[in-house]
């Protein structure tokens, strides 16, 4: 079964509203989280990792006011895109990791700005 | 930033042929790397593992080697099935950035019936 949920799996908004995307763990209690973004064609891309308990930490070139990251829980990370504009629209994946050698990746969430 | 008119490198095989993958990585500290499967709309699903202390490794129907001379990754697929077709990544981890992972550009796989 499953071992990460997404909600929600598909989103649009318009310009300029906030959009909150949830990632859970299902199946074990994860310190660790991580988000990503894909675009068309293209591969994933590391936006953050998402501490339990303390601030995110935010890749190269990726705005975290823009971007929140709030893990609240051992089994709960949520990435609020704030102030959406359309190239922000893109999938979101996030995975969670039991350890070096175990990461399991969310369903994604398809994000569209128009 | 992204790339504006990135192409997916793309791999067309038969129904029963196998099928190779490739990758190249970049960084020699790496020493762990993942095959994913990821099929239109989902996210990435596990397929097979290989750490750098290893060559080969083999799973079920699949195969990954490494060639840690020239960095470089592939994923053999036997017998390759129409549901196998769908974007193949390879990923790397090296040990002083905990679980993070860095994808490859990846490869669309169709397997034509």
């Known amino acids: 079964g499953a071992v990460v949920s997404q909600h929600p799996s598909r989103v649009i908004c318009k310009s300029g509203t906030s959009v909150k995307i949830e990632c859970r763990s299902l199946d074990f209690q994860a310190t660790t989280m991580f988000w990503y973004r894909q675009f068309p064609k293209q591969s994933l891309m590391l936006m953050a990792t998402s501490n339990e308990g303390s601030k995110a930490t935010y890749e190269q070139g990726v705005e975290k006011d823009k971007f929140l990251i709030n893990h609240a829980s051992l089994t709960l990370s949520t990435l609020t895109v704030t102030s959406a504009h359309p190239e922000d629209s893109s999938f979101y994946i996030c995975s969670v990791t039991a350890g070096r050698y175990e990461q399991y990746f969310g369903p994604g969430t398809r994000l569209t700005v128009t | 930033g992204e790339s504006v008119g990135l192409h997916l490198p793309t791999l067309s095989v038969q129904e029963g042929d196998n099928s190779i993958i490739n990758c190249a990585y970049s960084?020699?500290?790496?020493?762990?790397f993942i095959w994913y499967k990821q099929e239109s709309g989902k996210g990435p699903q596990f397929i097979i593992d290989?750490?750098?202390?290893?060559d080969k490794r083999q799973g079920q129907r699949v195969t990954v080697l490494l060639n840690k001379t020239v960095k470089h990754l592939s994923l053999q697929i036997a017998a390759t099935q129409p549901g196998d077709s769908a974007v193949y990544f390879c990923a790397e981890n090296r040990e002083t950035s905990g679980s993070r992972l860095t994808f490859g550009e990846g490869t669309q796989l169709t397997v034509n019936p």
């Open positions: 960084n020699s500290a790496s020493d762990y």
């Open positions: 290989i750490r750098s202390n290893m």
